[in-house]
């Protein structure tokens, strides 16, 4: 059994800059792909970013592409995410989500284990 707990969401003006922190406990975490998604109100549940479990591999949405970061501390058992150049657009929950599996994944379906999400709110 893996646990995910998130924190460092809030609330940020447009242009501002949050570090979302993603603390795992429950298994070997390097042996894990980490993914970050989101959903806003009234919409699916979307891809924001992954990595894999040495962290040499990661991948990102489209919509991040050049503003978000994924990263990763093994010895600290914890994944962040870097997000920069916020738009009201970014507001949403942001779940961590941990693979059974090293290799990074970008479909909800490839991770196993997830967190109870984090909000973020970015105003105008």
């Known amino acids: 059994q893996v646990q995910l707990v998130e924190s460092g969401g809030g609330l940020v003006q447009a242009g501002g800059s949050l570090r979302l922190s993603c603390a795992g406990s429950g298994r070997t975490f390097s042996t894990s792909g980490m993914g970050w998604f989101r959903q806003a109100p009234g919409k699916e549940r979307e891809f924001v970013a992954g990595?894999?479990?040495?962290?040499?591999?990661?991948r990102y949405g489209d919509s991040v592409k050049g503003r978000f970061t994924i990263s990763r501390d093994n010895d600290k058992n914890t994944a962040y995410l870097q997000m920069n150049s916020l738009k009201p657009e970014d507001s949403a929950i942001y779940y961590c989500?941990?693979?059974?599996?090293?290799?990074?994944?970008?479909?909800?379906?490839?991770?196993?284990?997830w967190g109870q999400g984090t909000q973020v709110t970015v105003s105008s």
């Open positions: 989500a941990a693979r059974r599996y090293p290799a990074v994944g970008d479909r909800k379906s490839d991770y196993y284990y």
């Open positions: 990595i894999s479990g040495s962290g040499g591999s990661t």
